[in-house]
């Protein structure tokens, strides 16, 4: 994962208050029936509703969902009992005895803050106890998944789509999506995520001239981190979140203005690094996007209206949503962040239609962590996946082993953290993996997204997958194996005692635990064969810290801090030759650099820099021909349509927390004088 490195402190955590039901609402079950409930339902209900009845395979049984099937279906314990008893277990219908049913929904109920009494529920007494419209009890254990929204979404249209675009995106455009020149239909341009365009109007001859024609101001001023979204003239965008609010725009993608805004409240969640939002998904006339309180939300495309709302996981644990969903034949995919808790990472496929999980893959595998470490073990899959759709896979990086900086807990290697994880993108079942990093001790985390490409190798081509890792070097390997072809040359300044154990002193090592390269999605161009990566020197004093090991506490295990005196701190904007493993060519910049790269059939590469320019490079040479100062932290992914024969590029600027750079709430639109176009 990632963290601010000058100075930590909790109060850079977002925590908020739990909201307790109060009102006891005495009633027809013993707390004997619970305890006893307990066991039955870890043993027989835990596998599909969650360890916390969070939900998972089944919906949850706790919260405000399931607190609206009681009020709609379960109005008293008698239905409830009855609906459990006929359907559930749902593998294995009826096989549990009626004491055994009596017990375990006295476990659901308790878990739902209703009280335990002297009555032993049975399934005779069981339609006494009303449950619809009662007011809940602490439960007994204090602990609650009872989760209150501040507000509901709101949402506002502000004017009508351009010339009554078509923003429906259907499955057919997303797999055309790299000769699709006019949109930017996913964060990564393709399901290769290789943010290269075919545009070729603004060109290393003219991209001088570029012009902005709109800097739309959001009003959320913060780490800004999004990539923006364009279809048939309209942009969406997420915002991060300020005040526990964030904000999902649609955009006149030519003039910069609003057609309609929605505002998501959040419930309280924790986050180690910035209140950031990666950017949404828009297919099926839906726009989708991730929360940090753990929620999957589907939204009407042409109004904003909420379609449907799902919780994917637990934010009192440490689990939170950054990335860009991925939508592929129907399915939602997403990871989460939270590799700083003590808890395990999880790759997911929600029914876009629904909002109903079709699989979840865990990312921590028990064989290769000791004890139960593999529990808490981290590897959180948090930058989006690519896919290939002809070998019908999955295939994204992944962080690091929890706690990040000890390993004596956790022995072995810690699978599949640090990795390149191939999945079967139809049942998320594991088809590869390429670990980068063994038994990682240093948040030496793959995070920035996989990118795909051919490559020659031997004199054959070869279907390839590339990440630019924290450790500094490109790793390629085959994509219908995982079998590494080939490591880049060190992007960055290397090494200063890589791999050296922390210690009480402190060791200074280069990469710092920012990398190499952070979560920022490189570009891919087909006409160079270079990767464009996005990196950084960073030297960083590594030490042991002993912390307590608590649920929902950040978990570190030991410490990193920038060297600041005479420590190097710099920025590199690289190409990688993928044909051969070596670099073209560097641009050094003064600041470490974090946001993402585009590269264009123009053959102009484009980046941000922290300290507000964002700049364009001929793609071949390196060589810098243009930049635009835009105030405030240039630290998210550019993108480049079209829209009426004109081409535009688009960047947020709102800067970046973890790296204190100046902070903003602005998406830059240029494009080429009018006279321009030939
Ligand atoms: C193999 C997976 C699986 C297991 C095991 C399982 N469930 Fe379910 N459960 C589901 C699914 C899927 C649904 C949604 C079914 C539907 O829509 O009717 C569900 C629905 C429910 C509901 C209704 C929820 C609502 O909001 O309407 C309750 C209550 C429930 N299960 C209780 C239990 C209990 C108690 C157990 C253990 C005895 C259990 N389930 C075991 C998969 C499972």
Request: net charge negative; with cysteine.
């Amino acid at each position: 994962m990632i963290l601010r490195v000058v100075g930590f402190s909790a109060a850079m955590l977002s925590i908020g208050l739990l909201v307790f039901p109060s009102d006891a609402a005495g009633g027809g079950f013993t707390s004997a029936q619970v305890a006893s409930g307990a066991s039955t339902y870890a043993a027989r209900c835990s596998q599909c509703h969650g360890a916390q009845l969070q939900g998972g395979a089944g919906p949850a049984l706790a919260g405000p969902s399931f607190r609206a099937s009681i009020n709609a279906s379960y109005t008293d314990a008698g239905k409830l009992y009855d609906f459990t008893r006929k359907q559930m277990p749902a593998n294995a219908p009826g096989s549990l005895t009626p004491k055994q049913y009596a017990e375990v929904v006295a476990f659901v109920l308790a878990h739902n803050g209703f009280s335990p009494g002297g009555t032993t529920l049975t399934a005779q007494n069981a339609s006494a106890l009303h449950l619809a419209g009662m007011a809940a009890a602490t439960p007994a254990n204090g602990v609650s998944l009872e989760i209150q929204r501040a507000a509901p979404p709101t949402h506002q249209v502000f004017g009508p789509m351009p010339n009554n675009a078509n923003v429906t995106i259907t499955d057919d455009m997303l797999a055309g999506a790299a000769s699709d020149a006019n949109n930017w239909l996913m964060g990564g341009h393709t399901f290769a995520n290789d943010r290269y365009s075919p545009l070729t109007q603004v060109t290393s001859d003219n991209v001088g001239s570029l012009t902005p024609v709109a800097i739309v101001q959001t009003g959320m001023t913060a780490s800004f981190e999004a990539t923006p979204v364009v279809v048939n003239g309209v942009m969406y965008l997420s915002t991060p979140v300020v005040n526990s609010q964030m904000k999902i725009l649609a955009l006149n993608a030519a003039t910069g203005a609003r057609i309609w805004e929605t505002t998501y409240n959040l419930t309280p969640f924790k986050i180690c690094c910035g209140p950031v939002n990666r950017g949404v998904a828009v297919a099926y006339g839906k726009v989708y996007f991730l929360t940090l309180d753990d929620h999957l939300v589907a939204l009407d495309a042409a109004t904003g209206e909420v379609t449907w709302e799902t919780k994917v996981a637990d934010a009192t644990t440490g689990y939170s949503e950054t990335m860009t969903p991925t939508i592929y034949k129907g399915s939602v995919i997403i990871g989460s962040a939270g590799g700083e808790w003590a808890i395990r990472g999880f790759v997911a496929a929600y029914d876009a239609a629904t909002g109903k999980q079709r699989w979840r893959w865990w990312s921590t595998d028990p064989a290769t962590y000791s004890g139960t470490s593999w529990k808490s073990g981290g590897a959180f899959v948090w930058t989006t996946p690519a896919i290939d759709p002809q070998l019908g896979l999955l295939i994204f990086s992944s962080g690091n082993p929890n706690p990040d900086l000890s390993g004596i807990h956790r022995l072995g290697d810690n699978l599949y953290s640090d990795s390149i994880v191939a999945l079967d993108v139809d049942t998320g079942k594991l088809k590869w993996y390429y670990q980068e990093v063994k038994h990682d001790v240093w948040d030496y985390d793959a995070t920035s997204p996989v990118v795909l490409f051919d490559v020659t190798a031997n004199g054959a081509t070869i279907p390839a997958a590339g990440e630019a890792g924290k450790v500094g070097w490109f790793f390629i390997v085959d994509r219908r194996t995982g079998q590494l072809i080939r490591k880049s040359d060190p992007y960055v300044a290397f090494s200063k005692n890589v791999f050296s154990m922390p210690t009480k002193t402190g060791v200074e090592m280069l990469p710092g635990a920012n990398g190499g390269a952070e979560w920022s999605p490189p570009a891919w161009s087909p006409k160079t064969h270079f990767a464009y990566v996005l990196a950084m020197d960073q030297l960083m004093n590594f030490t042991t810290q002993p912390e307590k090991n608590e649920p929902g506490q950040l978990r570190l295990g030991s410490a990193f801090i920038n060297v600041k005196k005479n420590g190097l701190q710099d920025g590199r904007f690289v190409a990688i030759d993928t044909d051969t493993g070596k670099v073209a060519w560097t641009a050094m910049t003064a600041q470490p650099l974090i946001g993402g790269a585009l590269v264009t059939g123009g053959n102009v590469a484009f980046m941000g820099e922290g300290d507000g320019d964002f700049d364009a490079f001929d793609a071949t040479t390196g060589k810098k021909l243009w930049s635009y100062n835009l105030g405030a932290g240039v630290n998210a992914p550019p993108v480049t349509y079209q829209v009426d024969g004109q081409q535009y590029v688009a960047v947020a600027a709102g800067g970046n927390f973890q790296l204190t750079y100046p902070l903003g709430d602005a998406v830059a639109i240029f494009k080429l004088p009018s006279a321009a176009p030939k």
